[in-house]
């Protein structure tokens, strides 16, 4: 099972991103439907439709059924930044009508359920999920938030600076062991 | 009634029908179905044909029915009707035979009311379908038809032929329906067999036992038909009884079709009930879907908002219907060996949420569950933006994006309560791995009406994300429809494959064949991927396309500023990947001009988040798609596309020779200035002056007909070598001829290129920039305006608010993209009105024609000239005049190393007031060029020769110096009798020296002695040699008491001897001179006699002048009034002796001669006053009486001027004072030395003399006597009484004795 964190500023550019993969089991609940994919061509672009219907991770996991489901390199990386990015849209729409800075489970997409989590700053961390687990989801976003907070006290940094800090990712890393 | 009659309306119930047309039928792959979903079916197909005259109608039929034919299988169940049109084209009398042919329908060309015939066509069209459905009912009812019914999950009829014919005398008429009106035609299902009619005893009344039905429940009719159905054997057994819950599902459709909901109703409520117990999960959603459709279909047709009373939502039910019917489609796994299947459940589980969807967002849209909402649902679907939603839609549809603004989406939300993401949650269900089960065309479809949900929600980005997919479905079917060869078409009449060369894949030959002119297609797929990069922040049409030839280049502004303030926006590896992805969609179209922009336009927005090996991948993707354009004649060119490419523009100033210089006219009529040029430079009394520094920025002078120069730095901030085919200069003014050039700039650096231009004709030119031109695209000016500093204040201030603001976060999202922010910020908005108006550009002269003078040659080696220090020599420089034009003025001016350090020092005017005069004489009275010039010879005809010659003046110190020739055509004659102009231009020709100055001489110990006799007597006393008396002979005066000695010291520090000669020159006094050899090393002193002099006193007094015309030369010396009298003494005095006294050195043996200058020599005090004639003198001599008894006196013999007075004898000590001066008052002191060995009567001291006149001579004695043998000294002083102090003795005396013993 993995989580993918993205911690995006105003202007929708990621300054950071983690992809945490968790020793808990997925208890995927694919719908049958998504079984039995057909092939159906060989064309780029129809690999790009592929990737982003969603099909591709799902006959993946089900080829490597019990290895550990490597996610996030390659293809499946650009669809789930896709995701990560759709996902804005309802994020900004719910944000502005709740003022709650975590909006859990805020929308759906493929296998992936989203958590978002909107600082005062407008800084958004967007966490892609695949079970529900609200507590430790809420707990790492403090985390984070906390962590984030302690790195924007630096002068230098400014809303738009990707985080490349050691500590930090460190910190994070720690934090969705702990959590997620 | 016969059974055809079954699902017909009411007679005389008026009612509406809607028809719906669709362009393509279902595939036949999802013929199987045809009895699961009906309405998905076309039902009746409307031919359409125009026939003229020679058309045959059977002929007419044939083609349709082939047609139809080849579109839907023979085995089909559908369509149920046909009907072709045949129109007429001509007015004309035909020879058709109307209605001969069955199924085909004449429409005459001169039918009045055709719309009101075609309608009743139609309305015969439909009700030959409505009969048709109670056929196929029919054949249903059987109990065969059931069990191919049950058959399987989709099952299929046999084709009519091999069904058993219905028994039609069976049926006898049914009324029995009390709740239903008896008109409808329901009884068939009793009477269609006696199995049926035998399990369904109580017919109709059954079924109100669901929630829905108005009767009473009677549950027996389900309890015992469930262990029937259940306890049947292999479903796929043809011939079994199986559950009629399939068979009321049809039923109900098909009444849905026929508009008559109550039955539809009364069946599907039945239905659902028998399949919820077979566990036939497919069947019962799809019998729910209905129910819900049922129950938009009843509210639209009565028009009314039913159930408002309700506590839920009206809508509500059917909501929660739909909701039902998804999960139990997503839940439901279809048997793995039916490939089918999964397609098909994909199919209806995605249309299932779609209904869902579409329901949620009408009654959203439509302010509610209302008659708007029914509309929407009927008639337009999702694909069209609401018109709750469209008055907002029209300003943000010319920007480009269709955004539904927050705030209506937020009203519509409180007025209905439906929330934005419960409809994108709804609808987010239809996307998964199940899409890829979907056939091509379905795929499309569903992602299709996905994002245009998304798009009327205002999700933008869920909406590009989805839309990616569609291009991937449609890219898809091109390639692969190309891949299989020409000679299938591409599906879908919008592609017109532009250029495709689909002779490629023939084997016959290569020419390429385009199938396809239309090229709306490919826009339209080109469009939608420049919507998804806009999402994405990338601006694809950043570099505009231009058509044609009319590449007239738009000019740029000031467009610095926005490269300035662009900040990042997005997701930079999906910006990336998408671009990626919308150039391979524009590659394959193919559509080369927009390969290249895309490639462009993301090069340029993007290129600092690049990879090196993406910005190199783009660039040569570019280069080809421009070169493949351009090869297949594509009419369309690529904008110049990188930013600004010029970072500045400078006239490189013409080489010296050629540079013309501007001169007043009024310089050509005073003929030799006064001032002298070189001291003018300082005349200037202020530190600072504005209009000096104005003066340098004067524009640069070019001259007509001659090549200048420009340079132009250009910048590539990309990290590949950007190539530019053209560059050339964008001017205005002047016509200038210059050609372009073409260039490599390297990867990210500033390159500097010249570019060589001619100007045609004279007057002023001004440049603006550059036009710039990429390969391949079209050519693009750039301007570089001058900025004032006005301008650079602004633009500053406007940096410096954009900077501060980059920090912050106004604006988050799809706002904070450039393009929306540009607008939006207000520093930006406000300057940008007022920085058009005063554009400048850099601007240059250009001047006539000018003559061009050339050096032929000097009488200089290596442009050296060595002399001493003092001399004179010449040098002459012949100059020729190379131009056609005539030269008509010439003029000299110098430069030399020694003029600019003591420029420097006077101007810092650190220097005293003696220093200065010294420093200034130096500069003008002793330059070390000259120019000997005649004014007759200041004309040279084209091509001929003149010589100047250039007096040369050994200075030591000078090193170099510099001949600047100025020339001119200044009288050329002029076209017109206008005003001629104030100035004119000169050129200057400059000839570099290299000026070697021997220092050899030294003059020093400047010293003046008054003269004794005594000094003379020893040195002629010392030498007898013939040169001694010679000396002598210099040496000797008629009055020692009017000289002075005149004494130096020369100093040879050269290799050779050298002959010094001074001579005196003093107004009324012999001239006198004295010469000297001065061996290599050696030191040799001069004396020479000076007469005395005395300058007036209103002279000596005058304070010393300065030779510039400098102003508020304020003196720092902080001098006493009384030191400042001497200082000016001195100076006069000093100035005086130099104009009398000259030295000269000559070379022994050689012809060299030269000036000795003095003037490195002080004067002291003392030297004053022995050059200067006292006021009164006093003369002392000692006298004797000749014999005792005589008063007669005799002087005492004196030997080489010392008085040899006898011991113990008394003498007289004769004081004689001589007034030289105005008439004053004298007392005479006496000092006799020593005093202890002289008696004297009398006193001393303060003896009062009186008045003396001018010229008047007194004299006195007084007696002493020399008590010893020995050498003594007397002397003696005058002093005016009343003014004490030893500065005003005004006259000395001395003498010197010796007693012999």
Sequence with gaps: MSHHLFLLSPSDTPLYELTHYSSKPAQTTTSPLASNLPSWSTSAFAGTLTALSGASSVSQSYHVQGGGVRMGGGKDRHVIQMIANASLDVIEDVMRKDSLMYLKSVDKFNEWTISAFVTPGNMKFVLLHETRNDDGIRSFFLDVWELYVKTMLNPFHTAHTPIRSGVFDARVRASAKKHL | ?1301
């Excluded at chain 2, 999802?30 to 002929?59: E, K, T, W, Y």
């Excluded at chain 2, 040279?940 to 001949?963: A, H, L, M, S, Y």
């Design chain 2, 1 to 1301: 009634m016969p059974h055809t009659a079954r699902f017909m309306p009411n007679p005389l119930a008026s009612g509406h029908i809607h028809l719906s047309y669709p362009s393509h039928p279902l595939p036949s792959t999802h013929q199987s179905m045809s009895l699961f979903r009906p309405s998905d079916f076309p039902l009746g197909v409307i031919g359409i044909a125009s026939c003229s005259q020679n058309d045959s109608l059977s002929a007419i039929l044939a083609q349709f029915n082939a047609t139809l034919s080849d579109l839907f299988p023979s085995g089909a169940l559908f369509p149920l009707a046909n009907n072709c049109l045949v129109f007429e084209e001509s007015d004309g009398s035909t020879n058709l035979t109307l209605g001969s042919l069955p199924g085909l329908v004449v429409i005459p060309g001169m039918m009045g009311n055709k719309q009101l015939y075609v309608g009743t066509l139609i309305a015969d069209l439909c009700s030959n379908i409505l009969a048709e459905f109670a056929t196929v009912v029919q054949s249903l009812e059987s109990p065969l038809g059931n069990e191919y019914l049950n058959a399987t999950m989709f099952p299929t009829l046999p084709p009519v032929s091999e069904m058993p014919k219905p028994i039609e005398n069976d049926m006898p008429l049914r009324s029995s329906l009390p709740p239903l009106p008896s008109q409808h035609s329901q009884p068939e299902l009793n009477t269609g067999s006696s199995l049926l009619r035998a399990k369904t005893p109580t017919t109709l009344s059954v079924k109100r036992n669901s929630s829905i039905g108005p009767g009473p429940p009677s549950s027996p009719f389900r309890q015992h038909s469930l262990p029937i159905q259940t306890n049947k054997k292999k479903p796929l057994t043809i011939g079994a009884v199986s559950s009629h819950g399939r068979l009321f599902k049809v039923l109900g459709d098909l009444f849905l079709l026929a508009g008559r909901t109550m039955d539809a109703s009364v069946w599907y409520n039945e239905a659902l009930a028998l399949l919820k117990s077979a566990q036939d999960i497919v069947w019962q959603a799809s019998a729910l879907e209905g129910l819900a459709t049922l129950q938009v279909v009843e509210a639209w047709s009565s028009n009314t908002t039913n159930g408002v009373s309700e506590g839920s939502e009206p809508w509500a039910d059917a909501a929660d219907k739909l909701t039902q019917a998804v999960q139990m489609y997503s839940r439901n796994a279809p048997p793995a060996e039916q490939e089918h299947n999964f397609s098909f459940v994909s199919w209806l589980y995605t249309r299932a949420v779609l209904r869902h969807t579409s329901l949620l967002l009408a009654v959203w849209a439509a302010k509610g569950w209302g008659p708007l909402a029914f509309t929407m649902l009927l008639h337009t679907g999702t694909t069209t933006l609401p018109p709750t939603l469209s008055q907002e839609d029209e300003s943000a549809a010319s920007g480009g994006s269709k955004r539904v603004s927050y705030h209506s989406a937020e009203r519509l939300t409180s007025i209905t309560g439906i929330t934005r993401s419960t409809i994108a949650g709804v609808l987010a269900q239809v996307h998964g791995p199940w899409l890829l089960h979907l056939g091509v065309r379905e795929r499309i479809f569903i992602l299709e009406n996905m994002a245009a949900v998304y798009g009327i929600l205002g999700y933008p980005r869920k909406e590009a994300y989805v839309l990616r997919e569609v291009l991937g479905c449609v890219m898809d079917l091109v390639v692969c429809g190309r891949e299989e060869g020409g000679t299938t078409s591409i599906a879908g009449a919008g592609l017109g494959l532009q250029g495709v060369d689909v002779g490629e894949s023939t084997p016959r030959g290569t020419v390429g064949v385009r199938t396809s002119d239309k090229s709306e297609g490919n826009e339209s797929i080109l469009r939608i991927v420049k919507h998804i990069c806009r999402v994405h922040g990338i601006d694809l049409t950043a570099v505009g396309i231009l058509v044609g030839e009319e590449a007239s280049a738009p000019s740029e502004g000031n467009p610095a500023e926005s490269e300035t303030a662009k900040e990042a926006y997005g997701w930079p590896e999906l910006q990336i990947g998408i671009v990626r992805e919308a150039i391979a969609v524009a590659e394959a179209l193919p559509d080369y001009p927009a390969v290249a922009q895309f490639c462009l336009s993301s090069l340029k927005t993007l290129h600092v988040v690049m990879s090196q090996g993406d910005q190199l991948h783009l660039y040569s993707t570019a280069s080809r798609a421009l070169a493949t354009a351009r090869r297949r004649g594509d009419p369309r060119q690529v904008d110049y596309w990188s930013g600004k490419p010029v970072e500045s523009i400078e006239v490189l100033p013409l080489p010296l020779v050629r540079l013309p210089i501007e001169k007043p006219v009024s310089l050509l009529s005073q003929q030799q200035d006064v001032v002298n040029p070189i001291l003018v430079g300082m005349t200037d009394p202020f530190l600072y002056n504005p209009r000096r520094s104005m003066a340098g920025q004067a524009a640069a002078l070019l001259v007509q007909n001659e090549s200048f120069e420009v340079v132009m730095t250009l910048r590539n901030p990309y990290v590949f070598d950007l190539e530019l085919s053209k560059l050339s200069l964008s001017t205005s003014g002047v016509a200038i001829q210059s050609t372009p050039m073409a260039l490599v700039v390297p990867a990210n650096s500033y390159h500097a290129v010249t570019i060589t231009a001619l100007a045609l004709e004279a007057g002023t030119l001004s440049i603006r920039g550059c036009v710039v031109q990429a390969p391949g695209g079209a050519p693009r000016e750039f301007l570089l305006p001058l900025s004032t500093d006005d301008e650079e204040t602004k633009q500053a201030r406007r940096r410096s608010a954009i900077e501060c603001e980059t920090g912050r976060s106004k604006r988050a999202g799809l706002d904070s993209r450039p393009w929306e922010k540009s607008g939006k910020r207000a520093s930006m908005a406000a300057p940008s009105s007022s920085s058009t108006p005063g554009t400048r550009f850099l601007q240059c002269q250009v001047v006539l024609e000018q003559p061009l003078l050339r050096i032929r040659r000097t009488s200089l080696t290596h442009g050296a000239v060595m002399m001493y220090n003092g001399e004179r020599s010449t040098i002459r420089i012949t100059l020729e005049n190379v131009s056609s034009l005539p030269i008509d003025f010439v003029r000299l001016t110098f430069e030399d190393s020694t003029i600019g350090p003591a420029q420097q020092a006077l101007a810092e005017g650190e220097l005293s007031v003696f220093d200065t005069y010294e420093s200034e004489y130096d500069l003008i009275h002793r330059p070390v060029f000259t120019w000997d010039h005649s004014p007759g010879t200041q004309s040279i005809r084209p091509g001929e020769k003149t010589v100047v010659t250039v007096n040369c003046f050994g200075k030591v110190g000078c090193t170099d110096g510099v001949i600047h020739v100025s020339y001119s055509y200044c009288h050329r004659p002029r076209p017109t009798l206008d005003k001629p102009p104030e100035t004119f231009h000169t050129r200057q020709l400059s000839y570099p020296v290299l000026v070697t100055v021997y220092h050899m001489l030294e003059c020093l110990n400047l010293d003046i002695l008054p003269y004794s006799p005594d000094v003379m007597f020893t040195n002629s006393q010392s030498s007898h040699k013939s040169d001694a008396h010679t000396y002598k002979d210099s040496l000797q005066v008629e009055d020692p008491e009017d000289w002075c000695i005149f004494s130096v010291e020369v100093r040879n520090t050269y290799g050779i001897p050298f002959e010094v000669k001074f001579e005196r020159q003093q107004p009324e006094v012999a001239l006198g001179n004295k010469s000297i050899l001065v061996p290599p090393g050696s030191t040799s002193r001069i004396l020479l006699p000076v007469m005395k002099f005395r300058l007036p006193d209103e002279e000596v007094h005058k304070p010393i002048p300065t030779l510039s015309d400098r102003q508020f030369v304020v003196s720092k010396s902080g001098l006493s009034a009384d030191q400042e009298r001497i200082q000016r003494e001195l100076f006069w005095y000093r100035e005086t002796l130099f104009d009398h006294i000259r030295g000269r050195w000559k070379e022994t043996g050689g012809t060299r001669s030269g000036e000795l200058s003095l003037r490195q020599l002080r004067m002291s005090q003392p030297m004053l006053s022995a050059l200067r004639v006292e006021r009164a003198r006093l003369q002392l001599s000692l006298w004797c009486l000749k014999d005792a008894a005589d008063s007669v006196m005799e002087p005492i013999p004196q030997a080489n001027g010392v008085y040899e007075p006898p011991m113990d004898e008394l003498v007289y000590l004769r004081a004689r004072v001589t007034n030289l001066s105005e008439s004053r008052i004298f007392t005479v002191n006496l000092l006799l030395d020593p005093i202890p060995h002289i008696l004297a009567e009398g006193v001393l001291a303060d003896i009062p003399i009186g008045r003396l006149d001018t010229g008047q001579t007194y004299a006195f004695d007084t007696p002493i006597t020399f008590v010893s043998c020995g050498r003594f000294s007397l002397s003696g002083f005058l002093a005016e009484p009343g003014s004490p102090g030893d500065g005003d003795r005004l006259g000395r005396g001395s003498l010197k004795a010796i007693v012999h013993p």
